[in-house]
Each structure stands twice: as structure tokens, then as C-alpha cells.
């Protein structure tokens, strides 16, 4: 069954208001009809499973069948911290980590990032970015959608992360597995989680000193060299099985 977001205002007691891009998306390419069901998230912890009521000319109106508290989310907010790679790899990033749980992604310039993107480059990125983690929110069964910030600085993004409770830097030059199981293993549910990955040939040793220096932990995922676009699906998938409610 097909899902769609709407936001609170749009959520009436017994209706749904739908507008913008969805209203196209179900009456062009859906090519739904009034009676057909699907399912609405509020972004929140509600989903509503709903009737086609009306097609209006900018809205479509949905009959609340029935509302359900839903657990799909994760008990722990993660907010993936990425340095921007070559090419179309931030999409594949984004959709991945979407899929595996991620609350916000943050796209980061460091020193070692290959693309260089102005202003319009960038806000036109993050349009994109944003409507592929609707997407895959849609497709996971996610109860919102997770928000793309736009592209910042790594001082930036240590600053953003300063109140989250546990901050994490994959390394290639960390060493101790033992210690980084015992760190994973103490991440507890409802903690707040922050995932710094660098681009393609990692951070360089001072930016890794600057963010050791706010409390930001290395951690290593093994003895061999993982892309960018690898190392952050790996620790979202360790905290993904770890967290998970029974």
C-alpha cells in the first residue's frame, strides 16, 4: 500500500488534507482513484490509513479510517555527518542511511573533499538530496522524514553536534577493536548519536585533533580501508541491530 507524509495542520480529526507534489504524484502517476486506500504519516509517531475521499483542484482529501501508534523508528537519534564525495555518491549515502535509520544528514566540506560546490550548486544539491530521503522514507516505512541540512563547515558541524551524547570518527589510523566494541556496546537507547565519516582519502590528522578536542571519539571498523560511501552504512547498521527495540 502505497505511503505519502502530511504535516499536523494538514491533519484533521476525521480528514487529510494532501497538497503540493503528492497531489500530482497520486492523481498523474499513481493514477489513483477516490476509494483507494493508503497509508499517511504525520512525522511524528502516528500513521493514518486512509480512503480517497476527493480530488480537488490543488488537494486531495482523504477519510481517516483508522490512526496507529507505530514503533518503525529508532529508539536513539543518529545524525550522519558526511564529507562530501565525488559524483553522485552522496545520493547513494543519503538513500542508504534513510533506509537504515538516520534522523538528519549533515554534508560537510573538509579539507580533503574533491568537490567544491557554490551556493546555487549547493541549495540545488540539497533539493535533490531532500526528495531522495522522502523517497526512501516512503519506501522503508519511515514515520517522517529525515531533514538534509545544508552543506556546512567541519566547524560547523562540531559546533551542531556539540549537545548530542556520543560523537564517533571512523579512522583508518585508530587502532584498538576491543575499545571501539566496548564503546559501541555502551551506546545505550535514547542516546543521541553523531557519525563523522570524511570523503574520499579521509580527514586530515588536524581535523581529526579538532574534533578529538570537543569530544569527538575515533573509532576503527577493522584492518581494512572502507569508501566513504561504506563506512557510515557500516556503523548505521551496527547501531541499527544494536538499538533496535525486541
Keep these: 500500500m502505497k ?17 503540493g507534489e503528492d497531489v500530482n504524484h497520486i492523481r498523474q502517476v499513481l493514477r489513483m482513484r477516490e476509494g483507494e486506500e493508503l497509508w499517511v504519516s504525520d512525522g511524528e509517531k502516528k500513521k493514518y490509513h486512509c480512503r480517497i475521499k476527493d480530488f480537488q483542484q490543488d488537494e486531495i482529501l482523504l477519510e481517516i479510517l483508522y490512526a496507529q501508534e507505530s514503533d518503525y523508528e529508532l529508539p536513539s537519534r543518529i545524525y550522519l ?45 540539497q533539493e535533490r538530496w531532500q526528495e531522495i530521503a ?3 522514507a516512503k519506501q522503508s516505512r519511515r514515520l517522517l522524514v529525515p531533514q538534509i541540512h545544508p552543506v556546512c563547515s567541519l566547524r560547523e558541524a562540531l559546533d551542531y553536534s556539540g549537545s548530542l551524547d556520543v560523537k564517533l570518527l571512523p579512522y583508518e589510523l585508530a587502532k584498538g577493536m576491543r575499545q571501539t566494541k566496548e564503546t559501541l556496546a555502551g551506546i545505550k ?35 581494512r580501508i572502507l569508501r566513504t560511501e561504506t563506512a557510515g552504512m557500516t556503523v548505521l547498521s551496527i547501531l541499527m541491530f544494536q538499538l533496535e527495540d525486541e
Excluded at 504535516?7 to 497538497?19: F, L
Excluded at 549515502?93 to 580533503?112: C, D, H, N, W, Y
Excluded at 563523522?196 to 571519539?217: C, D, H, L, R, S
Design 3 to 19: 505511503r505519502f507524509f502530511a504535516k499536523p495542520e494538514q491533519i484533521d480529526e476525521r480528514e487529510i488534507h494532501i497538497t
Design 81 to 125: 555527518f558526511q564529507g562530501l564525495p565525488k559524483g553522485d555518491k552522496m545520493e547513494l549515502i543519503i538513500q542508504k542511511a534513510v533506509e537504515l535509520g538516520a534522523f538528519e544528514v549533515i554534508p560537510m566540506a573538509t579539507s580533503r573533499c574533491v568537490v567544491k560546490l557554490d551556493k546555487k550548486k549547493a541549495a540545488k544539491k
Design 134 to 136: 522522502r523517497n526512501a
Design 189 to 223: 537507547r535514547g542516546q543521541s548519536i553523531g557519525i563523522f565519516i570524511g570523503p574520499e582519502g579521509g580527514f586530515a590528522p588536524e581535523e581529526v585533533e579538532q574534533a578529538m578536542a570537543v569530544g569527538v571519539e575515533p573509532i576503527t571498523l577493522g584492518k
